[in-house]
């Protein structure tokens, strides 16, 4: 029973575009959720909280729709540096313990 | 900026061995993990410690595992018996407080092989 899903892409895309990408998430009593970014062989590392009202961090956009229990993430102007794996976060905890499940991630190329 | 540290960034040991990965999270925060990424999967939680204790753990955190804080700075994981399949990268993590929207911050990771 996968909990988090994510397209695994690759997404390949030139520099300067603008590229989306989307996951799911299965628990409705989620009340946290992340978007990381990984290099290869690196740690996860924080890109952005994504909020209920959605959020945006300079070129970065994150949304959150509990409805539909679907998160997104808006990269504009990409940037050759933007290039890694995008992991959709989220706590599944039932308290706030913060048990962080993790989808497979969404591999972005930008290409010069 | 502050950030989690973790020792050794690799590690090679041989199946039934013990092994303890070391941690050290950023000085002010209060909750500690431990992950662990198989290569090409998903990043799993193995467990969260609060207060000197385990405050949850996943089914992948099994008797053969256990967690320490033996100093103020420290955190470790022990693996009892590594058996092949225990081979992964393991991230510490360290978080300020609990709640919702708090972030983990992850240390390097130290990647384990067991022969």
């Known amino acids: 029973r996968k909990e988090v899903e994510q397209d695994p892409g690759p997404f390949n895309v030139p520099e300067g575009a603008t590229v989306a990408f989307n996951c799911t998430y299965s628990n409705s009593a989620s009340q946290s959720f992340f978007w990381y970014r990984q290099d290869c062989r690196k740690e996860p590392k924080l890109l952005m909280s994504?909020?209920?009202s959605g959020n945006e961090d300079g070129r970065f956009t994150a949304q959150l729709n509990r409805a539909s229990q679907y998160i997104s993430l808006l990269i504009r102007d990409s940037k050759l540096s933007d290039s890694a794996t995008y992991l959709c976060v989220v706590d599944m905890s039932n308290n706030a313990g913060n048990m962080l499940t993790f989808g497979g991630g969404t591999r972005l190329m930008v290409k010069p | 900026e502050p950030e989690v540290t973790q020792t050794p960034s690799h590690q090679v040991t041989q199946m039934g061995q013990e092994v303890i990965l070391r941690c050290v999270p950023i000085s002010n925060h209060l909750y500690f993990y431990w992950y662990r990424q198989i290569l090409g999967q998903k990043v799993e939680f193995l467990v969260s410690?609060?207060?000197?204790?385990?405050?949850?753990k996943s089914e992948i955190f099994d008797d053969q595992f256990s967690v320490e804080r033996p100093d103020g700075s420290n955190f470790t994981l022990k693996i009892r018996s590594t058996k092949l399949e225990d081979s992964a990268m393991y991230f510490c993590?360290?978080?300020?407080?609990?709640?919702?929207?708090?972030?983990?911050?992850f240390g390097p990771g130290t990647r384990l092989t067991v022969t």
């Open positions: 410690f609060y207060n000197n204790e385990i405050s949850e």
């Open positions: 993590a360290s978080q300020r407080r609990q709640g919702f929207g708090i972030e983990q911050y």
């Open positions: 994504v909020y209920s």
